[in-house]
């Protein structure tokens, strides 16, 4: 499988290196990740340990019109227990994964236009592609960008993606077994007095609808505040999606510490399903969206108070700490669920270990309805 993989990148190589003038840049990222994820009851653990490792190259062929191509594996160090439900490794045989991640062209046209078209990692509010394990997802699509001074608008029309740990891209499919594509689109603005506004609309098809509404506000890089609001509709698993999401965070930074807070609220009659659905692994992009739950349930409400801090005295190592609390009624009993999380990165600076980070992830989860559940995720990232 891999040899098949790299043969196209092969040949994506061979031929912009024979164009005359183009220019090409290939980079190789290392991700060595290990996770255990606890369970409190009878839930068997999840723990993988693997190394992945990816190739990016991108080629400017023609003035403007730029081909890139990715190269995403990821192989099995060692594994217990449920290891095929970490999301480290192939979900249904518990294995390592090589696949053609990337593969694209985009046309530009100055500042101002640009058009995408192939399979490559999203990044928008409705449809954005994880890379919170070894490797991430993609998704393949057509996409249209404007661009006027602080305006940018885009559409975008997808029908099918991969999963972290996919092998192909799968169409878009419901619980019906129907196959369905997505059209999106959206914009934002920013603002020289520090004000930015964002939208998108997203339609599946008839399947489901979701919009997305956001306005920010930073002060001289120290106060600042963001406000979300999600809107979502339609028929999943044969039950009514129809539900409304909110969250306001606020923060203030001092010299080397960030302080922030954040509520959310979900309304309607639904919990906020914000993924499409298939092979799609989308997110939020609510503050309290964290790293094991999203607290979007029917009508829960959840509040967080959160800290970053830099340590100048070693430059490159960051922390934070945060917990979040949500609470919500399920068959008229009142549910309390809370999620604490610690995170410490280092990235070394030296001329010999640049591009080298190390990435602890811990998440203690406590809830009313379910096991407690206790994780680590080790990580390390080296960029060549």
């Not at 196209?8 to 996770?35: D, I």
């Not at 609309?201 to 600042?224: C, I, S, V």
């Not at 999380?341 to 080298?356: D, H, P, Q, R, T």
């Amino acid at each position: 499988m891999l040899r098949k993989l790299i043969a196209p990148l092969a040949v994506l190589l061979t031929m912009t290196s024979l164009v005359p003038g183009a220019m090409a840049e290939t980079k190789v990222g290392l991700r060595t990740f290990y996770m255990n994820r606890d369970f409190s009851g009878d839930t068997e653990s999840r723990e993988a340990f693997t190394q992945a490792f990816r190739v990016d190259h991108e080629s400017e062929i023609v003035d403007s019109l730029t081909i890139g191509a990715s190269l995403f594996a990821n192989a099995k160090i060692s594994e217990s227990g449920d290891s095929e439900k970490t999301g480290l490794l192939d979900s249904e045989t518990g294995k390592g994964y090589a696949k053609l991640g990337q593969i694209f062209a985009q046309y530009t046209y100055g500042d101002m236009f640009s058009l995408r078209a192939g399979r490559w990692v999203m990044d928008t509010p409705l449809l954005n592609d994880s890379d919170s394990r070894g490797t991430p997802s993609s998704t393949q699509a057509v996409k249209l960008t404007g661009s006027y001074k602080g305006l940018t608008a885009y559409a975008l029309y997808s029908d099918r993606a991969s999963a972290k740990t996919n092998e192909d891209f799968e169409k878009y499919t419901d619980a019906n077994g129907d196959d369905y594509e997505i059209v999106i689109a959206g914009g934002d603005l920013a603002l020289e007095n520090g004000l930015s506004f964002a939208a998108a609309y997203g339609d599946a098809d008839g399947y489901a609808t979701q919009t997305y509404l956001n306005a920010g506000y930073n002060f001289r890089d120290k106060a600042g505040m963001n406000v979300i609001h999600y809107i979502g509709e339609g028929e999943k698993t044969n039950d009514a999606f129809d539900a409304q999401m909110s969250n306001v965070q606020l923060s203030y930074t001092f010299t080397d510490l960030k302080l922030s807070t954040g509520f959310q609220t979900v309304t309607g009659d639904s919990g906020y399903d914000y993924c499409w659905g298939g092979d799609d692994d989308n997110g939020l992009m609510t503050s309290n969206s964290v790293q094991i739950m999203d607290f979007n349930r029917e009508d829960e409400d959840s509040w967080q108070l959160r800290a970053d801090y830099t340590v100048a005295a070693v430059p490159g190592l960051q922390g934070m700490v945060r917990h979040t609390m949500g609470e919500y009624t399920d068959a008229g009993r009142d549910v309390d669920e809370a999620e604490t999380n610690a995170e410490l990165s280092y990235k070394l600076s030296s001329s010999f270990l640049n591009g080298l980070k190390l990435r602890m992830r811990y998440a203690h989860v406590e809830a009313d309805a379910y096991d407690d559940i206790d994780e680590i995720r080790l990580i390390v990232n080296y960029t060549l």
